[in-house]
């Protein structure tokens, strides 16, 4: 079936720089996309999202970029803190199809000091 | 303005057993969410459930699991006879309406069957 997947299991970044965390998306009905934050016994917290009729969205040090032509999306975290450690899941779904949220595996980012 | 409550938070059964996971979801929610994450992997859809209703049921294992939201008290996912491979972390979500909405995750309730 059709899946979200990502391309790098594990990103690494120093305090201070910024992140760049990669979804490749299969189902091209898809039309919304939700980016969530997992940190270590918790529940996903949602960070940003984006309708597929937007290529931009930006919110407090992250912005999303979703890119409908090579079925790409993208989170960037500006500045990274240690408290940006944690698992980043982005997840798709379909309008009007509640909430069957396709999960990828997730990227684990580490903030180095 | 509680979140989405998940009870217990870590719940060990034997073999065999009845495991009951319990979710309240956020105040004035009435969409209710299950998906269930194996260490390391990403979340698995399982039910969708209005009240009194079961919207969509297509991840949820035919045989075992069963999901209710009734129209008073938290949703509850009941798992008979577990196995070890039940074991995970299930998920309970919420939303104030359907289709391209923010869903609230709970903290998870951590099932370990031994």
């Known amino acids: 079936g059709e899946s979200v997947g990502l391309h790098l299991p594990t990103l690494s970044v120093q305090e201070g720089d910024n992140s760049i965390i990669n979804c490749a998306y299969s189902?091209?009905?898809?039309?919304?996309f939700i980016w969530y934050k997992q940190e270590s016994g918790k529940g996903p917290q949602f960070i940003i999202d984006?309708?597929?009729?937007?290529d931009k969205r930006q919110g407090q040090r992250v912005t999303v970029l979703l890119n409908k032509t090579v079925k790409h999306l993208s989170l960037q975290i500006a500045a990274t803190q240690p408290g940006d450690s944690a698992v980043y899941f982005c997840?798709?779904?379909?309008?009007?199809?509640?909430?069957?949220?396709?999960f990828g595996p997730g990227t684990r980012l580490s903030v180095l000091p | 303005n509680a979140g989405v409550m998940q009870n217990p938070r870590h719940l060990v059964r034997r073999r065999g057993q009845e495991a009951r996971l319990r979710c309240s979801p956020m105040?004035?929610?009435?969409?209710v969410y299950w998906y269930r994450q194996l260490p390391e992997e990403g979340l698995k859809f399982m039910v969708y459930?209005?009240?009194?209703?079961?919207?969509?049921e297509s991840g949820m294992p035919k045989e075992r699991f069963s999901a209710e939201f009734p129209k008073e008290g938290p949703s509850i996912l009941r798992i008979q006879q577990v196995v070890r491979g039940d074991s995970a972390a299930y998920f309970c979500?919420?939303?104030?309406?359907?289709?391209?909405?923010?869903?609230?995750f709970g903290q998870g309730t951590r099932l370990t069957v031994v």
């Open positions: 997840a798709e779904n379909m309008e009007n199809y509640g909430q069957n949220f396709v």
């Open positions: 105040k004035g929610h009435s969409h």
């Open positions: 979500a919420s939303s104030l309406d359907r289709g391209n909405t923010e869903a609230f």
């Open positions: 459930l209005q009240k009194e209703n079961i919207i969509d």
């Open positions: 189902n091209s009905a898809s039309d919304y």
């Open positions: 984006i309708r597929s009729n937007m």
